[in-house]
Structure formats: C-alpha cells, structure tokens
C-alpha cells in the first residue's frame, strides 16, 4: 500500500528533478569540500536570490544550519530570545544551549510569532555583569504553527535588534513556503527587511538533504568556515548538496515545490474541516 502521512513534510521524497541533479553530479570526479565547479555556481545562485553581499555555506540539515550559526555570533554569556514553540527550543535535544553555551530565553505566544511588546520586557540587564546579555532575536517563518510573519512584523523585529545591538536570525526551514504564500521574493522576505542570519531549508521543500547558512555579510561570516568543520558539517561530497541547490533555485523550482505544498495544506484543511472533534488551530 502506498502509505500517504501528514505528520511531517519530510515524509514526502526527492523532486525527480532534484534526482537527476545528482545523478548528473555522479558522472566525473571532482574537488572535495566545495572547491568544485558546482558548488561555485551555486553559491552565485544563492547571491542571485538572497544579494551579492552574503556569504553562505551549506550544511546536512537544519538543526545545524540554526545551531551553528548561532554559535558563529554568540558567546556563553549571551542570551537568544525565542518562542516557546521554536524549533531551537523544543526539537533540537538542547544543541542550541550545548554549542553556544547561550541560555534560551523562551516566550509564550498565541500563534507561535513573536512582536516586539512580547520580546521588550526580555530586554534587560544589558551591562550588568549579573545577567546574561541578551544576543539574538531568532524566529521562524512560516513558524512552528504554520502561521506566517508578514515582512513588517519581521522589519519591527529587526529594528528592535538593532536598536539594542543585537541580531535577527530566521529559521527559514520552510522560507519557499512564505515566499510562495506571499508572492515575494525570497530576499524581499529576509535581508531586505534586515535579517541578519538566516538558515535556509532544502530538505523539506523537495532535496534529498541539505540546508544553508546565509550571513548578511562578510564581517557576520568570520571564522564560520572552521565552526563548520569542528561541529561536523563540513561535507567531503559537498557537490552533491549544490547540485540540488542549484537546481532547487533554478527555473523558479523552489517556488513551484512550495506553491504546490501550499496548495496541499489548504486542500488538507477544506476537506477535514467539517470532521466533528476536529479543530484547526492555524491556517
Ligand atoms: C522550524 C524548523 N526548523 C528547523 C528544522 C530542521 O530540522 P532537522 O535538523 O531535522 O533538519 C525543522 C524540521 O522539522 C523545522 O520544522
């Protein structure tokens, strides 16, 4: 029987198209840890989508994308403020606080999206050798909810960071999705709204595996590359991740995976929303 299952979007398989990407990678020898021909042009693609500032590197999967770029700009006295819901918080065994050495500061929210009246009263002890030194302001969209932040709502976030010297990180695990579901580009949905650090998905929008880490800039990116190795995601095979890149974000494919996923979830929710018993907390 072929067993469908909607507990989670990694249950589906690899986009036929992604298959051949790799299958093509497969047919020469070339240089290890991404210092080949493919995984340079997908780094161009990247700068194409997200602007020719960033600096990005490719990791296995998302845990690593998010907790590894935390760590790359936090040190063990600083504090990352997040949703109680996040990811960060409730599905990643503690390796955010393992690798950084950095106290979560969680929020209680009613639809899994943070606001700058939620985070303010968190903004404190700045100075005080007492406190932790709040860092990092990390959110997810679409979040763990499934509901989306509207670029404003994310630019009054940035803005918040800013203004206290701190930084925006965006777990984009399912980045395609909003862009798809707000007709934006990616970038229009990330740095030009003032992220600082974003973690890219792949894996859940068509890939075999493989996700990104996405500075705004050089001066973010330092020392990245040696983090990378040392926390074990530094790929030998490193062509076979751009490869499916390269073809997720050429022809508008990573658009056209997530405008059908979209599709899928409002579909799911028309059809069993009469179900008695049922209720469907976000959509
Ligand atoms: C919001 C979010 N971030 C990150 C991830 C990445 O997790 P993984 O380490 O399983 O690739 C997931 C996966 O479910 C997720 O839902």
């Known amino acids: 029987m072929n067993l469908k299952s909607f507990a989670s979007d990694n249950y589906s398989g690899i986009h036929p198209k992604i298959l051949d990407a790799i299958v093509k990678a497969n047919l020469a020898h070339a240089s290890a840890y991404g210092a080949d021909e493919l995984t340079k042009t997908a780094i161009t693609k990247f700068k194409e989508h997200f602007g020719s500032d960033r600096e990005i590197f490719f990791v296995f999967n998302g845990t690593a994308a998010n907790v590894l770029g935390l760590a790359s700009v936090t040190e063990s006295y600083h504090s990352i403020i997040c949703a109680d819901t996040s990811h960060l918080y409730v599905d990643e065994c503690g390796a955010p606080e393992f690798f950084t050495g950095a106290k979560l500061t969680t929020i209680k929210t009613t639809d899994g999206k ?14 005080n050798q007492h406190n932790s030194q709040p860092k990092v302001i990390s959110i997810a969209n679409s979040t763990e909810l499934g509901t989306v932040y509207k670029p404003d709502e994310i630019k009054a976030l940035a803005d918040l ?3 206290h010297a701190m ?10 999705n909003v862009a798809a579901s707000l007709g934006l580009s990616l970038k229009e949905i990330s740095f030009d709204l003032g992220v600082d650090l974003l973690s890219f998905g792949g894996t859940k929008n068509g890939m075999l595996l493989g ?4 500075f705004k800039d050089a001066s973010l990116a330092k ?6 190795k040392q926390g074990m995601q530094l790929a030998s095979k490193m062509r076979f991740i751009s490869a499916q890149f390269l073809e997720l974000l050429s022809n508008n494919l990573y658009l056209e995976n997530a405008k059908q996923a979209n599709k899928m979830a409002k579909l799911l929710a028309e059809k069993i ?11």
Do not use: M
């Open 114 to 127: 943070l606001t700058a009246a939620l985070i303010k009263p968190h903004l404190i002890g700045f100075d």
């Open 161 to 163: 960071a800013h203004e």
């Open 167 to 176: 930084l925006l990180h965006l777990d984009g695990a399912r980045l395609s």
């Open 211 to 214: 996700e990104a880490i996405i």
């Open 223 to 228: 020392g990245f590359k040696y983090r990378r």
């Open 273 to 283: 929303k009469n179900i008695p018993d049922l209720e469907i907390v976000s959509a």
